[in-house]
């Protein structure tokens, strides 16, 4: 076990190395660790082969094998967690709303760009100005986290809607 890599892999997509860490892992052959994922024992051998990419289900199935998880991590090592699909907060034709816009729902007088037109304000909207996002996103972390930030000075309350 002492020549498993314990540093990230600079390589964009390092599957060879991640299902060959895997077996390792498990001490298991190819054809062991293609039984308990269900594959053909010459799909694991194609796959540490460098011939065939697995799809996300087929590498999921893998490394479940040895009870690891696929984890998406940015820059800085924090786990990115996914997001949850909540069914009530579709538009009336049934469509997501962006995922990069933070949903409101119920919103208040001004946080709708239409107010000023005087549309009628649907149920949900949400921010579309990035400034204003990251702002609200900044001073909603910096409240949530007041013991981690106690020294830092408040992010501004106040946001200009354009």
Same mark, same amino acid.
């Given at each position: 076990?002492?020549?498993?890599?314990?540093?990230?892999?600079?390589?964009?997509?390092?599957?060879?190395?991640?299902?060959? $860490?895997? %077996? +390792?892992?498990?001490?298991?052959?190819?054809?062991? *660790?293609?039984?308990?994922? #269900?594959?053909?024992? &010459?799909? =694991?051998?194609?796959?540490?082969?460098?011939?065939?990419?697995?799809?996300?289900?087929?590498?999921?199935?893998?490394?479940?094998?040895?009870?690891?998880?696929?984890?998406?991590?940015?820059?800085?090592?924090?786990?990115?967690?996914?997001?949850?699909?909540?069914?009530?907060?579709?538009?009336? $034709?049934? %469509? +997501?709303?962006?995922?990069?816009?933070?949903?409101? *729902?119920?919103?208040?007088? #001004?946080?709708?760009? &239409?107010? =000023?037109?005087?549309?009628?304000?649907?149920?949900?909207?949400?921010?579309?100005?990035?400034?204003?996002?990251?702002?609200?996103?900044?001073?909603?972390?910096?409240?949530?986290?007041?013991?981690?930030?106690?020294?830092?000075?408040?992010?501004?309350?106040?946001?200009?809607?354009?």
């Amino acid at each position: 076990m002492d020549d498993l890599p314990s540093e990230p892999s600079d390589t964009l997509w390092p599957v060879v190395g991640i299902v060959r $860490a895997v %077996r +390792r892992h498990a001490d298991l052959s190819q054809r062991e *660790l293609a039984r308990r994922a #269900g594959v053909h024992h &010459a799909t =694991i051998g194609r796959i540490e082969g460098g011939r065939t990419v697995p799809s996300i289900e087929l590498l999921c199935r893998i490394i479940d094998v040895v009870g690891c998880r696929l984890a998406v991590v940015d820059d800085l090592g924090r786990v990115l967690m996914p997001m949850r699909d909540w069914e009530d907060t579709r538009d009336g $034709a049934g %469509r +997501r709303y962006p995922t990069h816009l933070d949903t409101i *729902l119920d919103p208040k007088p #001004g946080e709708w760009w &239409a107010d =000023i037109y005087g549309l009628a304000r649907p149920p949900e909207t949400f921010y579309r100005n990035r400034q204003v996002r990251d702002a609200m996103r900044r001073r909603s972390q910096w409240e949530v986290r007041v013991a981690k930030h106690r020294g830092d000075p408040p992010p501004p309350q106040r946001w200009r809607y354009d």
